[in-house]
């Protein structure tokens, strides 16, 4: 082709294709890119090109031309059998073959028929059909080196809508597979065993009660908690305990076909998972099996320790079908084992059923609670370290029950949710932090601020949501702009569409949507740059370690530097002590909550407590702010 022809196929083609931004997470159904046989745009074989020009200005031209050529992504133009016309710079410097070493060769992505994109379809027969084609890969630079891309291919046609020319935009994704990866890995897997953690056991435990119910087997869940381990990390310290940690690890696994599952719950606590067993009796056999090989001297850096498990067991779907029931089974039948002595396993027993009971009883307490409505709110401020200031409050929900002390919402909240009593419970606390929002803005002038609102599962499933925060924006008189509601990640990945469509229609009353206890879920950044949402709140477990433990320096830190990237917000909740509130300052992390700043205060307190909350405000971070960071 000469170099006219060059120009007016690039002109041409960048006339008539729309660039897509660089939306690295579009692919649905993925949580990660999944890596293709394919490789990235390579040349193969020689071939002969040909081309069309359009009759634009030669300053059109000219200036078209240039657009392609300064792109942040790489741009290859091929012809319909995949021969290469041209490459800009941007495409050498992601794959390091030059203009002259590409032109005239063959792109093995064009013609790979095992590369589909979302619809299933190869590259090919999406340009056939005139449809714009995109996927996520894994190839090879020209010096080997691997990297992850996201290619997009456009179809050029002619006037009689035959295929002459595609158009591949190629985007170096590396940095963000890897931090997603990194951020998995931290999120779901004990960073000092390798183990899998709590969230993730729970997930592999729920799936497996699926699969019980359809094969009509048996599980086991053992949950187990080594003996006197605190004494062991008092005498000999924490690094000799972490030491022993994980070679309790290693030998549990040594314990368990390769289909079960060990994880580690925390602290000295494990629980495995024993799938697909054909009777009770083989989950005593695996706890027996552990008990001895955890009396075997465990040699470790400074010493010998021999060390001891109590070992709770309950089986399904004999003990019950529901995950959380099973883990708390087995957690009151290790208990058991520690009152029996220690060094031994129990199975769980209807005996030990007294705490269900109880929660029948709390059950029945809350539903007449929330019919005389007794349930109150708190507010905790949330501070600006910026501005030295307090920039709203998030609105926590209180029992005083009658016949005892104040009741945890840790107590009352999972039977809320269980029984749905958290449909109007939760409907009285966004009312009730509306109307108190409201008198706020109106007895102190504080037109700035805002009230965070949490919304549970339940709630934000239901199809009455946005009408049910319209009508109590609308009876209170809030002003939608100072309403903060917060959702968790788990909420949006039962059916992402349906989630975003409520998040937009939330989004048009006015309101601001931010992601709670973030980095604890599953949040897949493809659907992240998706989500209409406003802010990120980083779970107070990544907070409460700061700044000595690496593994949640380097989640925090991913996490707030990913959501200013994104251009959101960031919320750090669980803030307790000066170095915390340093780091995450130093980190540009400004909005902040926690008791080193305020514990949560009835409505009418706000007012009383706000000299005392600005005075640690100053105590806490105003010696940090001589001069304020530009």
Known sequence: MSELGSVLVIAFVAALLVLPPAAYWRRRNHSLPRPASAEQVKPSRQAQASGSASALTAQSLQILSRAIEQSQSGIVIADCHGVIEYVNPRYSRITGYGLQEAIGQIADLINNQELTDGSQLTL?????????????????????????????????????????????????????????????????????????????????????????????????????????????????????????????????????????????????????????????????????????????????????????????????????????????????????????????????????????????????????????NELVVFFQPQVNMLTQEVCGYEALVRWQHEQAEMISPERFIPVAEETGLIMPLGEQVLRQACQHMKAIMDSHSQ????????????????????????????????????????????????????????????????????????????????????????????????IANLPDNPEHIAIATAIIAMAQRLGLQVVAEGVETEQQARFLRQHQCYLVQGYLFAEPVPAESIQQEAPNVQNRINLAVGHEFDTVPS
Not at 266 to 293: C, H, M, P, W
């Open 124 to 372: 090919q027969e999406a340009m056939q059909l005139g449809s714009s084609w995109e996927t996520f890969m894994s190839s090879h630079r020209k010096n080997g080196e691997s990297f992850w891309q996201q290619v997009t291919a456009s179809p050029i046609l002619d006037d009689d809508g035959t295929l002459t020319h595609i158009v591949l935009n190629i985007d170096d994704i590396s940095e963000r597979i890897e931090t997603q990866e990194q951020m998995e890995k931290l999120a779901f897997y004990d960073p000092l065993t390798g183990l899998e953690n709590r969230r993730l056991f729970k997930d592999r435990l729920e799936q497996s009660l699926k699969h019980i119910r359809r094969t009509r087997k048996m599980l086991g869940l053992l949950f187990l908690d080594l003996d006197q381990f605190k004494r062991i990390n008092d005498t000999l310290g924490h690094d000799v305990g972490d030491e022993l940690l994980c070679t309790v690890a290693s030998r549990l696994k040594q314990c368990v076909r390769e289909e079960d599952i060990v994880a580690r719950l925390g602290g000295d606590e494990f629980t495995l998972l024993l799938s697909d067993i054909n009777q009770a009796e083989d989950a005593a056999l695996v706890a027996r099996k552990i008990l001895a090989v955890l009396t075997e001297p465990i040699q470790l850096s400074s010493q010998k320790v021999t060390v001891s498990a109590s070992i709770g067991i309950t089986i399904a779907p004999e003990d019950s079908m529901n995950a959380s029931v099973l883990m708390r089974n087995a957690d009151l039948a290790m208990y058991q084992a520690k009152e029996q002595g220690r060094d031994n396993f129990q199975y769980f027993t209807d005996d030990m059923n007294i705490e269900s009971l109880a929660r029948m009883a709390l059950e029945n307490d809350l539903r007449s609670a929330i019919n005389n």
């Open 447 to 542: 037109h700035g601020q805002t009230v965070a609102v949490n919304l549970s599962a339940r709630q934000f499933r239901d199809m009455n949501l946005v009408n049910l925060v319209r009508d109590t924006l609308q009876e209170t008189g809030l002003p939608p702009k100072h309403l903060e509601l917060e959702i968790t990640e788990s909420m949006l990945m039962g059916n992402m569409e349906q989630a975003i469509v409520t998040l937009q229609a939330l989004k048009r009353l006015g309101v601001t949507v931010t992601i709670d206890d973030f980095g604890t879920g599953y949040s897949s950044l493809n659907y992240l740059t998706r989500l209409p949402v406003d802010k990120l709140k980083v779970d107070r477990s990544f």
